[in-house]
């Protein structure tokens, strides 16, 4: 068997175990249903009675290695590149502290208040466009069409990389390469001068991200109780090299200092 062969199969394996999981549940009588999670609907519609409508295995098992996938690396490399950004950048990470304070006090964070965090929002907006986690978007033209001077043939795979238009000095000034998280003081429309194209870490159109709310709303209660109990600065060891690993990464990782803000903890 070959290597890649013998990979495939222990992640297929492993996604199976935690399926069983599940089904050994309800067969067992600790649960009337295999849940109303994510994992819970996949395993139901591998259950379904409907021959028709039912998942394969080999489909439950790829929905899987999607969701962990773009939901597990993409935050990862997010809330990363952003600790690193306030770790150089004090005053930001001075003030999303006080917007935390103010909001959660020393509370878990709770999803009626999260829409009150503006600052937390402008930083994540900044660190997507400098270290959006997510290269590009992958597309195929249908027929032939004009892109500016170009004319691309039908049937073309294209990678649009997003560093292109985040980037760009043309649509955010010659101060593009800054972390400057009051671009977004007045939300994405003003930063872009209504551009949908100039900003799009999530992708565009109907195929865009669907875990878009989910991982912004992840990144905010995460931040948000680093904020709450840590002071966060660079360790001197850190050495400045992202690469585009299918999420752009730290190629040497992100080494911080946290610093407890409770003298007893
Ligand atoms: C900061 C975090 C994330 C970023 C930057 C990101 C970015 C992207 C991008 C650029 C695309 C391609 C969109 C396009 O081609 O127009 C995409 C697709 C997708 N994302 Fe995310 N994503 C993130 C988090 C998540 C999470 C948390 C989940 C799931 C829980 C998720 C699930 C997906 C799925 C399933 C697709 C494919 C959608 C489709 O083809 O219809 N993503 N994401």
Request: charged share 20%.
């Amino acid at each position: 068997m070959l290597e890649s062969e013998e990979l495939s199969k222990g992640i297929q394996d492993c996604v199976m175990k935690i399926v069983k999981k599940r089904e050994d549940k309800v067969v067992n009588g600790e649960a009337g249903r295999f849940g109303n999670d994510f994992l819970g609907l996949l395993v139901n519609a591998y259950h379904d009675s409907d021959e028709n409508n039912r998942l394969s295995t080999e489909d439950l098992v790829d929905e899987c290695k999607t969701f962990y996938f773009a939901g597990q690396d993409t935050v990862n490399s997010l809330l990363a590149w952003i600790v690193f950004l306030l770790a150089i950048h004090g005053d930001w990470q001075e003030k999303a502290r006080r917007e935390v304070i103010e909001i959660f006090g020393n509370q878990i964070p709770n999803s009626e208040e999260m829409s009150k965090l503006k600052i937390m929002t402008m930083i994540i907006y900044e660190t997507l466009r400098l270290y959006g986690p997510s290269n590009g978007m992958m597309r195929r033209t249908e027929s032939d069409v004009q892109l500016g001077k170009l004319i691309l043939p039908a049937n073309l795979d294209l990678l649009v990389i997003h560093a292109a238009p985040h980037h760009d000095p043309q649509l955010w000034g010659d101060d593009v390469h800054l972390f400057k998280p009051e671009r977004f003081a007045e939300g994405i429309a003003k930063a872009t001068n209504y551009n949908a194209g100039a900003f799009c870490p999530f992708g565009l159109g109907p195929r865009n991200c669907v875990g878009m709310n989910f991982a912004t709303t992840e990144t905010k209660i995460v931040l948000s109780m680093i904020l709450q109990r840590y002071t966060i600065s660079l360790s001197p060891t850190y050495v400045h090299s992202p690469i585009p690993y299918i999420t752009v990464q730290p190629q040497h990782g992100i080494q911080v200092i946290l610093e407890s803000l409770y003298n007893d903890a």
